[in-house]
């Protein structure tokens, strides 16, 4: 399997106060086609900041991210930005739908903005058809202010998927949800991933954890211990399994 991401000694130092906060630590990782990892660990460890550093919306402060084999820090900002919009899909807990348009409207947002092609009108069967499949096309002309958490969130997901991405990067995705909802989402997320997207997601909670197929626990900036879900065991067990190995860890 060809690797989408990979890191090399990745460090991300803030300054506040004039004092160095490390909260990468030499991140050294590998994610390869069609895999689904989950990265989980204790508030403040770093997963935010993980994510924000091998996506390119943040900037590492040393060592490298190889995105397609590409060094993202090496792009120009131009290019930065339409591997970002055209490649990649992003799906965060605090998801910035703009209040005047649509639902429809908000997950076209990303594919009316690239220049990839297809007409308007394809873009919107797209859009469409993906919400049908994740079953909110009803709701395709309400305000975002009109929907459910659950809704609003798979709203998010078909934004994230309208430009085709070859890698999906989630920040709790499903944090805000009740449990019905969160499986519900997973459901899709799983499918996605069966279709061929790779996805990068951080999670607190080990039952969504259960469901990828490698699970990373970052503590302190580092990666303490990396988890391979087995793909052949039923849910309750790797759920079981998952969470074994959590406790040993400290959980
Ligand atoms: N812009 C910033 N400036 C200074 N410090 C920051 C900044 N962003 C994050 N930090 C610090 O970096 C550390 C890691 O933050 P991060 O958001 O990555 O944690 P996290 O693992 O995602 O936590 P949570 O589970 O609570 O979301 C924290 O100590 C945080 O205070
Ligand atoms: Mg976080």
């Given at each position: 399997m060809a690797t989408v991401i990979e890191t090399k000694d990745l460090c991300k130092t803030y300054v506040v106060d004039k004092r160095q906060i490390n909260v990468l630590k030499n991140i050294n990782l590998k994610v390869d086609e069609g895999e689904m990892v989950a990265i989980m660990g204790?508030?403040?460890?770093g997963k935010s900041t993980l994510l924000y550093s091998i996506s390119g919306m943040d900037q590492a402060t040393s060592g490298k991210v190889l995105f397609d084999g590409e060094d993202i820090s090496k792009m120009k900002s131009t290019d930065l930005a339409e591997t970002r919009l055209d490649k990649m899909g992003f799906i965060f807990q605090q998801m910035y739908m703009m209040?005047?348009?649509?639902i429809l409207d908000n997950i076209l947002l990303p594919a009316i903005e690239?220049?990839?092609?297809?007409s308007r009108a394809d873009k919107i069967k797209k859009g469409e058809d993906l919400m049908r499949k994740l079953g909110?096309?009803?709701?395709?002309?309400?305000?975002?202010?009109?929907?459910s958490g659950g809704q609003l969130q798979r709203a998010c997901i078909c934004r994230s998927m309208i430009n085709s991405p070859k890698i999906l990067f989630a920040d709790e995705?499903?944090?805000?949800?009740n449990r019905t909802s969160s499986n519900e989402v997973m459901d899709e997320l799983v499918k996605l991933n069966k279709e061929g997207t790779t996805i990068m997601m951080v999670t607190h909670d080990s039952k969504v954890a259960s469901r990828c197929t490698r699970v990373l626990y970052i503590v302190d900036g580092n990666i303490r211990g990396e988890f391979v879900n087995?793909?052949?065991?039923g849910e309750k067990d790797r759920e079981r399994r998952l969470n074994n190995w959590l406790m040993d860890l400290g959980w």
């Open positions: 204790p508030s403040g460890s209040k005047n348009l649509t690239s220049r990839k092609g297809g909110i096309i009803e709701v395709a002309d309400n305000d975002i202010n009109e929907v995705p499903t944090g805000a949800l087995d793909e052949n065991s």
